[in-house]
């Protein structure tokens, strides 16, 4: 009994060392620890609302760190299936330059992951604290309530979504479609008189890298944006960070380099683009100006009124915006719930997106439009200038009406993904 317990834990000492004598790369060594150790383990579902869950901010720090590796196995994969073809057919690919292209992407993946090795500095500086916990948690073994979360092509696809984030919010070359969606919203947000927008407060939930939230404190509100995902918060805090991003166009991705499909020329699929166009900054707290807040929306409480306003005032926000937000709901109703409670009497919600609602009936309710403006009327909202866009005591910008758009797209691609968003303004009554 003696040799078979020698057995099955010298493998694992030999790890335990490797990993703290950092012999082996650690990420490596601690997915085999986190195998070793769910052998003992009873079978229990994943919490995705835990420390360790999949937008966390242990699973997202570690993929971005990464991402380089994980990028390089799917390249290997690329490299692998193209050997399965006959010589006459490697000879064309040859001349076709396809072996060049390979080698090409294993260049680009290098310099994608500058920022994502930058992502993740910044990470363990900010979040030092909840990483050292985790990394605590790593050798405590069975006595531990998180379930640490694998790190797979899932993991790898939202880093990519990230990046593109970069482009959509945060360069030159998302400009043309974040003012199809930003306009609208800016619009009526400016219907309120400037000087009385610091005395406002103004909540987007479902942030992203910010960017909306940033173009409404532009316009002098004082605006939080809240975001759940670590790893838009990592990118987001990538570009907040005054050591990490100092100067306009600092840092440069290759966004599209990883999806071959629909692409016209190579050119364009390894194309870089830089970024940021402008360089965004918290305020200080206490101020007005743009915050973030991280983690869920649903668990926010409504604010006490600002500093040098009226004491008497309602607490809560004076108007919440949702960008392609709503249908990430697991119970839209809820949302609803939840946007009312925040709002100050009167408040205003105004919101532009579909309705893709979260798949593999992830959703507890999937409704229709017309669906969703019943539940909002039940909830205790009236939509400004009526169901049907035709009150005249509203003015245009207020009123509800549908707007194509796109989102994260690659202008340069050889498909197109047009969303038929909604856009409306509605009150709290």
Sequence with gaps: MSDILIACLFPAMLLYLG???????????????????ALFKSGRTPNTNSGNGPFSVQTSSTAYSRYRSLS?????????SYT???????????ELGYTKKLNRLAELIQVNAKATDGIVTVMRRRYAQELSVSSATLWSGFPSTVRETSIDSHSLSRIREALKHFVRDWSDAGSSERSVIFQPILSALSTLPAPSRSRNRVLVPGSGLGRLAYEISQLGYDVTACE???????????????EMTTTINQHEIHPYAHWWSHSRNTADLF??????????RLAEE??????????DFLALKAPKPLAGSDLSRANGYDFIVTLFFIDTSV???????????????????VNLGPLLWCSSAQARLELTLEELFDAMEAVGFAVAGGRDGNDDDEPDCMKRRTIPCEYTHDDKAMMRWIYEAEFWVARKV
Excluded: C
């Excluded at 390089?72 to 692998?80: G, I, K, N, T, W």
């Design 331 to 349: 119970n839209i109703l809820s949302t609803l719930e939840q946007i009312h409670k925040l709002l100050k009497p009167g408040g205003t919600w």
């Design 72 to 80: 390089l196995d799917e390249l290997s994969r690329m490299r692998a």
């Design 19 to 37: 990993l703290r004598l950092s012999v082996f790369d650690k990420a490596f060594l601690r997915s085999i620890w986190f195998d070793f150790l």
């Design 228 to 242: 759940l995902s670590a790893y838009m918060n990592g990118a987001f805090r990538f570009l907040l960070d005054s």
């Design 271 to 280: 194309r870089g683009i830089r970024f940021p166009d402008v360089i965004p």
């Design 286 to 295: 206490g101020t007005v100006g743009l915050h973030l807040t991280e983690g």
């Design 84 to 94: 399965l073809i006959g010589r006459t057919h490697k000879h064309i690919g040859y």
